[in-house]
């Protein structure tokens, strides 16, 4: 099922793991693609981060990434 956002993480990552039970609690919607399966999510994310693989990168529909948000943070911009 297609996400209102797609997460970028890694399944060892414990910042993932707590926005995805966060997400999960609040109803959003998500799509996770795990960088380490996927080399092509794996250089968009050092892309939107200055050529780092920092987890969780979240792609919002506009197209903007937020690194590491606080759930406050994914739920402001996905109603602005």
Do not use: H
């Not at 996400?3 to 993480?9: L, N």
């Not at 794996?42 to 690194?67: C, H, I, R, W, Y």
């Amino acid at each position: 099922m297609q996400g209102t956002v797609t997460m970028y993480s890694t399944t060892w990552c414990g910042y993932c793991q707590r926005l995805k039970k966060q997400l999960d609690r609040e109803g959003i919607a998500y799509t996770e693609i795990n960088i380490e399966q996927d080399p092509a999510s794996a250089a968009f994310v050092e892309k939107a981060n200055g050529g780092n693989q920092t987890v969780p990168t979240v792609l919002f529909a506009d197209g903007s990434t937020m690194t590491n948000p606080s759930l406050a943070q994914v739920k402001q911009k996905i109603a602005a």
